[in-house]
Every structure is written in structure tokens, then in C-alpha cells.
């Protein structure tokens, strides 16, 4: 059982499916009770980096997900704006993030007139063969993106994926149970349901 | 820039039904949209864009029952779109399965509605689409509620309009073409894309991928949509739900420009989750 945190805006039906496709069953909850019982996490993301705090803050899950991913070690997954949710803040706002890795969220910026904002559409991601969400995928694997921010590191240890789009940024993260990817593993067909099935395989 | 250019096929709906036109007229039943979607989530194609082409006039949206069935079927991204005209349409259409929103008459309409969902969806879930044509004096003008309504505006205009309210993508869409496979209207293309830093797809009259090649090198579009191209096949315009290869795809493109695809795996199997 897989627990999906709903903290406003966005289709986290997809991700839900995506699990169903995998077998997985899984609850979309923004109660902190059902929070504190879960065993596994997603934190999906569509929508803006300080109304996503403002909505953690409101629903009171910023503290029960700390204890849950931090102190008892529990599996989560951000996907997208959840992944930039873990870093300390963000271009496109105020709120300071979750802070749970050391790095900040960054706005795409143009390096030429025909670099197009949002980076929307699939792209490549060099990664780090070593790591679990990445068991089975193939040498050059290519997923689905739609994003205007991305993630920046100051450890690199936890940099397990990176891709180009004018710049080059951190497209996964896997530190302990954390892992993180900017893309949609949910909307990324065949390549994606292998990274949330690699996910579902680490207890 | 290089990027992988997006090849995604159009659906337009009307209730359970594929309907194709041609010039936004005589339209005729093609299929199930949700037999096409599984085909091209076996296809593996970039991207799936639904229009509910009567939603407007009976003012209301897609429904989402149909949206729901037809996201069952796939594991990539669907745009939806068809007589969203106010922020409360937008999260049963989400829940159904929408990823992205397309509006268009709506957007013109309401101009506070793509900043509004931008606001709280963010503006990559917000794509315009704009429907044009050429206009007696020669350039192009703006066309809503399905091609019935000049709205005095052309559609670079427009489409900069748009990018300021806070829309992600424009999706330009050319009347004239639409169902002919007389090929793209470039030019309408270079004049969208000159004017807008967001992505902006290119649709309308698709007749073969080097049709799909020049909307990229000389009209400037981040990815081509086509309807007719991906349901019809050969001659006589029988139905065929088809996409192009990988093979197709990267001798036109060439192999820099297109997505690596891991080969489909035709009987379903899933990779099971490691048991503990």
C-alpha cells in the first residue's frame, strides 16, 4: 500500500493509475493521521512551489512527513514539483522548502531565442547505473518532462540522474529513502512504470 | 536549441466517438477513442491531445466518464480540452485523467481563466489553442466556438497575449488545412512562434513526417499534432490508427531530435515490484 499525499492542485489520479497498472493499491490522503501510518510515500507535484508549502503548512503534514521520511525512515517519492518541495526554496517563490536536501529550485532560463520555457516534452536522462530506481532501464533511457524550475545539489552524492535542457540539472536524487525525479515516471509509458515498480521494490 | 520534437496525434470527440472534418465541416465518424488511445500507448506516441469539438456550443465540457476510460488506456500525457470556460471545470476533468488543459474559445472569452488555472496548476498545465485562417487582407485572423466566430485578432497577437496571462504552450491549429493532408501552414506557424517564448505545437493539414520536419525547421514549432495523418491510411483514406516508427522518425528528424523509445512490450508484461 502505497500512500499518494494530496496537498492541492494537480492529477495525482495518474499516478494513482500508474501504481494500478503495477498492482499496487494505494490511498490519495491529505490527513496527517493516514500520513503517520504509511509505509511508503509519494509526494507527486503539479501546481506552485509556495502554494504547495502553504497547503503542507495548512494541512498540517509538514511535520508528520519530517518525523515519517527523516526520523523512521520510511520510502518517499517526489515526482516533479515534489522533488523540488525537498530542497531548501525556490525561484518561483517565498516559502522556504522542506529543506531535507541541501540545494535550491532554479528558473530555466534561455540561452537562446529558440529555448522554450517550460521544458515540455521528453528528454534524456545520463544516469547513475548504480542506483535502484534504476534497475532494468536501458543505457539511453528518455521520460517525460514539464517543468520551468529544476533542482540544484550541493552534495552531488545525491545526484543519481542528470539531464540537458540549455542547462544541465539534476534530474533524480536518491539519498537513503529519499529519492526525488523532475520527470513523470506516471506519464513516461513503458520506462516509467519500471522506475515506480524499481521505487515499490525498495522497503 | 536541439530538443526531441513531439509527434502527437489529435483526437477531436464528440461523446463516445472520434470525429474527423475537413475545414472544421463535414465531419465524419472515425472510431473509438478509446480503442485509438490504447493503440497509440502502444505506439508510444509523444503525447495525446483530446478536443471535445461540440462541447462549447452545448455548453459544457468534455465528460468526464469518457475522459476516464480513455486514461485508463494510457500511461503518457493527455491534453484535454473542449468548452472549459471557468475554473471549476478544470479539477473533474484532472481527476478524470487530464493532465494538461486546453482552452480556447473559453480563453478569449474569459482572459482570467488561463491565469487562474496557471496560478494553481502551474503554467505548464494551461495550453491555448488558437484556431486561425487566412484573412481577406491577406494575413490571418483569429477564429473561435469551432471556426463559427471572428474575433478581429490575429493570431501572433493573440498568442502574446496568452504567454503574458500565463498560458505554458500555444497550440496553433490552421482551419484551412485541417483535413485537407495538404500539408502545414508554415507561415501561419512562423508568425505564432516568432512572437512567443513558450512552446508552441503546430497543427492543421499534416500530409507525411518531412510535412512535420519543415513545421519544426521553417515555421519554428516545438512539436506537430495531426489528426488525419495518424487515423487515415493510403489513398482511399481508410481508418488506421497508425504513428510513425522509430526508424521514420529518425531518418526525418534525424536521431538527435527524436526520443529513444524502449522497444513496446506487446503482451502487457509489467515489471513486477521485488518482493521483500
Known amino acids: ?203 | 536549441m536541439q530538443h526531441h520534437v513531439r509527434v502527437i496525434p489529435c483526437l477531436l470527440l464528440r461523446d463516445w466517438g472520434i470525429e474527423k472534418s475537413i475545414r472544421f465541416r463535414d465531419f465524419v465518424y472515425v472510431g473509438s477513442p478509446i480503442n485509438a488511445a490504447r493503440m497509440f500507448n502502444a505506439y508510444m506516441s509523444d503525447e495525446l491531445i483530446l478536443l471535445d469539438i461540440i462541447a462549447t456550443r452545448e455548453g459544457r465540457t468534455m465528460r468526464p466518464e469518457i475522459l476516464e476510460q480513455i486514461a485508463d488506456e494510457v500511461t503518457m500525457p493527455l491534453v484535454v480540452g473542449g468548452g472549459i470556460r471557468s475554473i471549476d471545470d478544470v479539477p473533474p476533468l484532472m481527476e478524470a485523467g487530464a493532465d494538461r488543459i486546453a482552452i480556447n474559445s473559453g480563453a478569449w472569452e474569459h482572459p482570467d481563466l488561463i491565469t487562474k488555472i496557471a496560478d494553481r496548476y502551474g503554467r505548464q498545465c494551461v495550453v491555448v489553442s488558437i484556431d486561425a485562417r487566412r484573412s481577406a487582407s491577406g494575413g490571418y485572423e483569429v477564429v473561435t466556438r469551432a471556426g463559427s466566430k471572428p474575433i478581429g485578432t490575429n493570431p501572433a497577437t493573440w498568442a502574446r497575449r496568452a504567454e503574458e496571462l500565463g498560458a505554458g504552450e500555444i497550440l496553433i491549429n490552421s482551419i484551412d488545412r485541417d483535413g485537407t493532408l495538404e500539408g502545414y501552414d508554415i507561415d501561419l506557424f512562423a508568425q505564432v512562434t516568432s512572437q512567443v517564448s513558450i512552446p508552441v505545437v503546430g497543427m492543421g493539414g499534416a500530409s507525411s513526417l518531412a510535412d512535420c520536419r519543415q513545421a519544426v525547421d521553417k515555421g519554428g514549432v516545438s512539436a506537430v499534432a495531426a489528426g488525419g495523418l495518424f487515423l487515415f491510411w493510403g489513398r482511399r483514406r481508410t481508418v488506421l490508427i497508425n504513428y510513425p516508427t522509430q526508424e521514420d522518425l529518425t531518418a526525418e528528424f534525424g536521431a538527435d531530435r527524436v526520443r529513444p523509445r524502449v522497444p513496446f512490450n506487446p503482451w502487457h508484461v509489467l515489471p513486477k515490484p521485488i518482493e521483500a
Open chain 1, 1 to 203: 500500500m502505497t500512500t499518494i499525499v494530496h496537498y492541492g492542485a494537480g492529477n495525482i489520479r495518474s499516478v494513482q493509475r500508474a501504481l494500478e497498472r503495477l498492482g499496487e493499491p494505494s490511498v490519495i490522503t491529505s490527513d496527517p493521521e493516514v500520513v503517520r501510518k504509511a509505509n511508503r510515500l509519494i509526494l507527486p507535484g503539479v501546481g506552485s512551489f509556495d502554494a504547495a508549502m502553504q497547503n503542507l503548512k495548512s494541512h498540517g503534514l509538514v511535520e508528520v512527513l519530517r518525523q515519517r521520511v527523516l526520523e523512521e525512515g520510511v520510502p518517499i517519492l517526489g515526482i516533479c514539483l515534489g522533488l523540488q518541495l525537498f530542497t531548501q526554496s525556490s525561484e518561483e517563490g517565498t516559502e522556504p522548502g522542506l529543506g531535507w536536501i541541501a540545494g535550491a529550485t532554479r528558473r530555466f532560463e534561455p540561452i537562446d531565442a529558440t529555448m522554450k520555457i517550460p521544458h515540455i516534452g521528453w528528454n534524456e536522462i545520463a544516469i547513475d547505473k548504480t542506483s535502484s530506481l534504476f534497475a532494468g532501464f536501458p543505457d539511453v533511457p528518455s521520460l517525460y518532462f514539464v517543468h520551468s524550475y529544476y533542482v540544484t545539489c550541493e552534495d552531488p552524492s545525491v545526484v543519481v540522474a542528470r539531464t540537458t535542457y540549455g542547462q544541465t540539472f539534476v534530474s533524480a536524487i536518491q539519498t537513503g529513502n529519499i529519492h526525488g525525479v523532475q520527470f513523470h515516471p506516471e506519464k513516461s509509458q513503458q520506462i516509467g512504470l519500471q522506475l515506480l515498480a524499481n521505487f515499490l521494490g525498495t522497503t
